[in-house]
């Protein structure tokens, strides 16, 4: 016997019980694809969470009252007590940052409402920077200017907005030049920015940005800001250019020494560490569930071996009489388990991919295929069917050929 043959064997026998084979495979099928899809949308989730969802550069950093990224309440209700950051907060940074190249203030409304003419659009995200931010978040113009220091200085009724107001509120129209109405206040566009796409599903394009000096005199001074600073490198500039607005911030804030910020610094890096804490966590459970899933598939296969040790028991004392030895037949069997669990793992795979790049084609949700999740589903697979075949071989080696030739059904 050798494996060549006993492949064939094991597809031929597939072949002849086609409807037992899958329900066979089935636990298999399933806890491979399960994985397959799962590392499949984590791997493409990473790479696009860090350069869509954060957008933040390796050497940017954000300061704010309160974390961007809650993660439970009493994070959140510690946060509100804080002080607001202010712009004088935001000048004191920028004149004694010495280790940032560019440093930036921001707020933002999240459900904005924008009219023009007879048209609006609704939930428009209404940003207030200073000129400097467009750096920060690299934003750039399709049409138009960008704002600048005379815009800040001046508080400005003038708007950037993005190609979503264009397309709902300025069809077939230049919208330079005309005035909108953003929260019932007159604002001049001066400049289109560039399409950006969507995030999981979640449009980038529908924004408008003004003055923050103009900004907050609509909405009010006692809002807090955001500070984005940017450092003249990545590393330790990085870490020593937020030092450096720490110790700014803790003084004017009086934060007592010993004491934790009254504020909050993040980095990519911190976004994405607790992103893929999550993307782990969620990796885990799935893994978890999969692997019960192949238990229980190869437990089925075990079964189904032991019903073709029975239905083949003739075949068995013929081979043996013929001059087959134990381990001939033990590596049939074994060769047999391990087809049929690999087999499994392969329609795993195309099951997998196939439905997560299903997922990407109707909502947008990013997929990459790792060749090593690949190999290491086959390997498992594979494995596993070996595991719970040795019981059946071993059942169908220790068969008397005699006994076995006198067999019938």
């Not at 207030?128 to 001046?154: K, Q, Y």
């Not at 075990?302 to 040790?309: E, F, K, P």
Request: aromatic share 8%.
């Amino acid at each position: 016997m050798n494996t060549s043959e006993g492949v064939r064997i094991a597809l031929q026998s597939l072949w002849a019980n086609k409807l037992r084979s899958f329900l066979t495979m089935l636990g298999v099928v399933i806890a491979v694809a399960a994985v397959i899809a799962v590392v499949t949308f984590t791997s493409g989730l990473d790479r696009y969470v860090a350069e869509r969802v954060f957008r933040l550069g390796t050497d940017v950093f954000i300061v704010s009252k309160i974390s961007p990224v809650i993660t439970n309440i009493d994070q959140f209700l510690e946060g509100e007590k804080r002080k607001d950051l202010t712009m004088e907060d935001y000048e004191a940074v920028r004149d004694a940052c010495d280790r940032c190249s560019v440093v930036a203030a921001s707020v933002l409304n999240p459900s904005g409402h924008i009219r023009y003419a007879e048209r609006s659009i609704n939930d428009t995200w209404i940003r207030g920077i200073t000129p400097t931010m467009a750096t920060v978040l690299d934003l750039n113009l399709s049409a138009g200017r960008m704002l600048n220091e005379t815009d800040e200085e001046n508080r400005s009724p003038v708007a950037v907005i993005g190609t979503d107001v264009v397309d709902t509120l300025f069809p077939g129209e230049d919208p330079l030049g005309k005035e909108l109405r953003i929260e019932g206040q007159i604002y001049r566009v001066i400049g289109v920015g560039e399409k950006q796409g969507k995030t999981l599903g979640q449009t980038l394009d529908n924004y408008v940005a003004v003055p923050i000096s103009a900004y907050l005199k609509q909405y009010g001074a006692h809002t807090s800001i955001r500070i984005s600073g940017k450092a003249h490198g990545v590393g330790s500039q990085l870490n020593a250019a937020i030092d450096e607005v720490r110790v700014v911030l803790r003084a004017r804030r009086h934060d007592a020494p010993g004491k934790p910020d009254s504020f909050v610094a993040e980095t990519n890096d911190n976004f994405l560490s607790l992103w893929k804490s999550l993307t782990q966590t969620l990796f885990i459970t799935i893994t978890a569930i999969a692997a019960i899933a192949l238990v229980v598939g190869g437990i089925v296969i075990m079964n189904i071996m032991l019903v073709a040790v029975t239905e083949r028991t003739r075949e068995i004392g013929i081979r043996k009489a013929m001059g087959a030895r134990r381990q001939d037949v033990l590596m049939q069997f074994l060769i047999e388990s391990a087809t049929v669990a690999l087999l499994g793992g392969f329609l795993g795979i195309i099951f997998g991919i196939a439905f997560a790049k299903t997922i990407t084609a109707l909502i947008g949700m990013p997929s990459a295929v790792r060749l090593w999740a690949v190999f290491a589903a086959l390997i498992v697979a594979t494995s596993v069917g070996l595991f719970f075949g040795v019981y059946p071989a071993k059942r169908a080696a220790k068969l008397d050929p005699i006994a076995a030739l006198r067999f019938e059904l």
